[in-house]
Structure formats: structure tokens, C-alpha cells
């Protein structure tokens, strides 16, 4: 049952023609905890990471969601292996998953992953000399995550009954290779035949109004495109669109299961992966903003007499007249890979990367002459090229670099 939490529910009303809007105090209050030195930077398997995720589970039991994790507790552990100075470790890492019961038979998942790089010693960091720094990850993804818990605190007290129930998961794992939605999407606590589609938040604190936010899963759902354009010009926010529905982030995980995504992401910037990456950079407003965004998109969804459907998207970074990527090379990136360049997990036949010579197994080092530090970089340079141009790969297959000629 829906319960108002006075002290809680801290939403304003604002009708000018879109939606409700979100208070930027709350979401500064959860990434100020999640993001502050005190957590040392929410390692995966970390102290941090399980005093974070006592944080979400206390917000979820405030707004009345029933615990749907494991043994009756809003808690779902998984093993993971990690290695530290040389040596593999086997430790306890933990999704963190509340329940809005709605009494309905369809469920649409929401959901943001809360680990971090810790101090240096797990992930990619991208900050030189970084072991044993803090990494806070106030836009990677504690923004995402306080996004998670104000719409969880929204629908569960907003005193309507929705025609769906609302799963809230805040993933762990997701900087060593999208580990906790994996684990989720193995081991449901919900079927997954109930999940009407899942919505993802990654890296939504850095909005910059003049480029908009990015939407990907694009064409994972013929229902997007109906519905997003007149929402976000209702909003006044620019938006751009990935069709993919496989990406760096845990919306992947619920599209490989046939499952309609869509995740909402404002960009890479110089911060990414680094020790600078803190809350004295995140434009509350520009959050506030995306988070109505996603309300009215999920009330939109609600009120549909059907689902959305699933689509397999096509060319990974082809979506519509609106988006930045207008050339791909036809490759499936490993999302597992921890290190610099974009490492290949498949190449798709006839494509540019396969008429060029690109292997699974190869890690693109440079390509137009411009170094891949991260997936992102990758997706950047994509944005700067049309077809019919030709540039060089510069890719290390095993321990040999080798130049190829990509024509897009």
C-alpha cells in the first residue's frame, strides 16, 4: 500500500504544460553521501559499497517498497572475483531491489548501478598515479542512483495506483562488466516474462542544456520514438538518440533477455573514470529536469492499452534525423574489458569493421588518429564522421599493432 512520507516525499508541483518537478535539494542530499570520501569511492565488494547500499535500502523501506532481494531482504549478494596487486579474490558484492506492489501482472524495472572504482584498485580508473586515491564517482553513478531513489520516493508516493508495478534495482558490479544486472537477469525476483520493459539511468549529473541528454535502446521499442519527442519538447530538453540496445551499462543485460530498454545518459567529459569526478561538478537542475523527463515518460508507458513491444535495434548508432551517430563500424564492444582502448567481443559480417579485417579479441587503440581511452571515446569519434569517409584503426591483436582502413 502507498504510503506519503512527509518528511520524504519532496517533490513540487509545477504545471507549465509537462510534469511534475523534481527538487534539486534531495538529489544534492543523496549524492553528497553516496559521492563523499567517507565511502571511499563504493568498490564493488567494498565497505563503501555496502554502506551505500544500507543508504538505498533505508530510502526503499522509507517509501514503503517491499524488499526483493534475497531471504526477504532488499539485498541480493553475488560472488565476484577481483583482482587486487596481482592475486584473484573472491568477495560478496550486493544488487539492492525494492518492490512497488501495484497488484498488477506487468512490472517495469528501473534501474542505476551505485559501485564505483573505490580507491583505484578495481575498474579503469583514468587518473594517473591513482592507486589508493578515492575515486567518488559523483556523476559515475551516484547521480544515476539518486535519480533511482527519487523516482522510487515519486510513484510510491504520488497516492495513485499505477496499471504496473515498479522493480527500483540499484546494480553493484557494473564497472567490472555489468556483473550485478547480469546476475539479476539470471536469477530474477520477479520473472522476467512479467517485465514490461526497463528503464536505466547512468551518468545523468552533468547535463549540458545546449546538447541534451542521450537516449539510448532507442530502437529496442517502436514506442519510444511515438512517445519521447513530444515529452522532451514539452520539457524544452535537447535530446539525441543511440538506437542500440546493447551499451556500457546495465540496460544491456534486460535487452539481451528481449526486453525493451531505454537508458537516459548526459555524456563523457574530462572527469570520467578520474578522482575529480565530485559533486562540486553536477548541474542539480539539469537532473531535476531529465528526472521529470523519465516520470512522464513511465506515466505515458502506464497508460498505454499495450506494452512496449520489442524490436532487435539495428545499426548500433543509427536511431533517427536526431542523432549524433550517423556512421558505425558493426561491432559488439566486450563490456567486461577493464582496460584502455575498445576491446571487440563480435563483428558483424559485411559491416565496415569487418571489411576492414577487425577480429573479435582485437583492441582498438586509435581510430582518426584519435586515442580510445573509453567506450565513450569511442562513441565521440563516431559523432565527428559521415559515411563514405575513410580513416585508419590502429588495433593490437595479441601482442601486434596493426593499421587497418575502415571505410564508413
Known amino acids: 500500500m502507498k504510503q506519503i512520507m512527509v518528511a520524504l516525499f519532496v517533490l513540487s508541483f509545477h504545471f507549465k504544460g509537462f510534469s511534475q518537478t523534481f527538487l534539486t535539494a534531495p538529489i544534492r542530499s543523496h549524492i553528497e553521501f553516496l559521492a563523499s570520501d567517507e565511502l571511499e569511492g563504493r568498490g564493488t565488494?567494498?565497505?563503501?559499497?555496502?554502506?551505500?547500499?544500507?543508504?538505498?535500502?533505508?530510502?526503499?523501506?522509507?517509501?514503503?517498497?517491499?524488499?526483493?532481494?534475497?531471504?526477504?531482504?532488499?539485498?541480493?549478494?553475488?560472488?565476484?572475483?577481483?583482482?587486487?596487486?596481482?592475486?584473484?579474490?573472491?568477495?560478496?558484492a550486493r544488487n539492492v531491489v525494492g518492490f512497488l506492489d501495484n497488484g498488477a501482472n506487468k512490472t517495469i524495472v528501473i534501474g542505476a548501478h551505485y559501485d564505483h572504482l573505490g580507491k583505484g584498485f578495481q575498474g579503469s580508473s583514468l587518473s594517473p598515479?591513482?592507486?589508493?586515491?578515492?575515486?567518488?564517482?559523483?556523476?559515475?553513478?551516484?547521480?544515476?542512483?539518486?535519480?533511482?531513489?527519487?523516482?522510487?520516493?515519486?510513484?510510491?508516493?504520488?497516492?495513485?495506483?499505477e496499471k504496473h508495478?515498479?522493480?527500483?534495482?540499484?546494480?553493484?558490479?557494473?564497472?567490472?562488466?555489468?556483473?550485478?544486472?547480469?546476475?539479476?537477469?539470471?536469477?530474477?525476483?520477479?520473472?522476467?516474462?512479467?517485465?514490461?520493459?526497463?528503464?536505466?539511468?547512468?551518468?545523468?549529473?552533468?547535463?549540458?542544456?545546449d546538447k541534451g541528454?542521450?537516449?539510448?535502446?532507442?530502437?529496442?521499442?517502436?514506442?519510444?520514438?511515438?512517445?519521447?519527442?513530444?515529452?522532451?519538447?514539452?520539457?524544452?530538453?535537447?535530446?539525441?538518440?543511440?538506437?542500440?540496445?546493447?551499451g556500457a551499462s546495465d540496460h544491456t543485460s534486460f535487452y539481451l533477455k528481449n526486453i525493451p530498454v531505454l537508458q537516459f545518459f548526459t555524456?563523457?567529459?574530462?572527469?570520467?573514470?578520474?578522482?575529480?569526478?565530485?559533486?562540486?561538478?553536477?548541474?542539480?537542475?539539469?537532473?531535476?529536469?531529465?528526472?521529470?523527463?523519465?516520470?512522464?515518460l513511465l506515466r505515458e508507458v502506464d497508460k498505454q492499452s499495450n506494452d512496449p513491444d520489442f524490436l532487435t535495434a539495428g545499426n548500433p548508432h543509427t536511431g533517427a534525423t536526431t542523432t549524433d551517430f550517423k556512421v558505425t563500424l558493426g561491432v559488439m564492444p566486450d563490456y567486461s574489458y577493464s582496460g584502455k582502448g575498445l576491446k571487440i567481443d563480435g563483428v558483424s559480417k559485411a559491416r565496415p569493421g569487418d571489411k576492414a579485417g577487425i577480429l573479435a579479441g582485437d583492441i582498438i587503440k586509435k581510430l582518426a588518429g584519435k586515442e580510445i581511452?573509453?567506450?565513450?571515446?569511442?562513441?565521440?569519434?563516431?559523432?565527428?564522421?559521415?559515411?563514405?569517409?575513410?580513416?585508419?584503426?590502429?588495433?593490437?591483436?595479441?601482442?601486434?599493432?596493426?593499421?587497418?582502413k575502415v571505410t564508413f
Open 165 to 209: 508495478n515498479f522493480l527500483f534495482i540499484a546494480f553493484s558490479g557494473e564497472e567490472l562488466g555489468l556483473i550485478g544486472s547480469k546476475y539479476f537477469t539470471e536469477k530474477p525476483s520477479i520473472p522476467l516474462t512479467s517485465v514490461a520493459c526497463m528503464i536505466n539511468m547512468d551518468m545523468i549529473g552533468r547535463l549540458n542544456p
Open 267 to 296: 555524456g563523457t567529459h574530462m572527469d570520467y573514470h578520474k578522482v575529480s569526478d565530485d559533486i562540486d561538478k553536477i548541474n542539480f537542475e539539469g537532473e531535476s529536469q531529465i528526472l521529470s523527463l523519465i516520470a512522464g
Open 129 to 161: 598515479n591513482s592507486k589508493n586515491q578515492i575515486h567518488n564517482g559523483a556523476d559515475d553513478n551516484a547521480s544515476g542512483t539518486a535519480g533511482l531513489l527519487e523516482l522510487a520516493r515519486y510513484f510510491a508516493g504520488n497516492s495513485v495506483t
Open 45 to 92: 565488494a567494498s565497505l563503501g559499497e555496502i554502506r551505500a547500499a544500507n543508504y538505498i535500502a533505508s530510502v526503499f523501506k522509507n517509501a514503503s517498497l517491499r524488499p526483493a532481494g534475497t531471504d526477504g531482504s532488499y539485498f541480493q549478494p553475488f560472488e565476484v572475483s577481483i583482482g587486487i596487486e596481482g592475486n584473484a579474490h573472491k568477495l560478496t
Open 373 to 404: 581511452g573509453t567506450i565513450y571515446d569511442y562513441m565521440e569519434i563516431l559523432g565527428q564522421h559521415e559515411k563514405g569517409e575513410q580513416v585508419e584503426a590502429e588495433l593490437l591483436r595479441g601482442s601486434e599493432t596493426k593499421i587497418v
Open 213 to 246: 541528454v542521450i537516449v539510448s535502446g532507442w530502437g529496442t521499442s517502436s514506442m519510444w520514438g511515438k512517445m519521447i519527442p513530444d515529452l522532451a519538447k514539452k520539457a524544452k530538453l535537447k535530446y539525441t538518440v543511440d538506437s542500440a540496445g546493447v
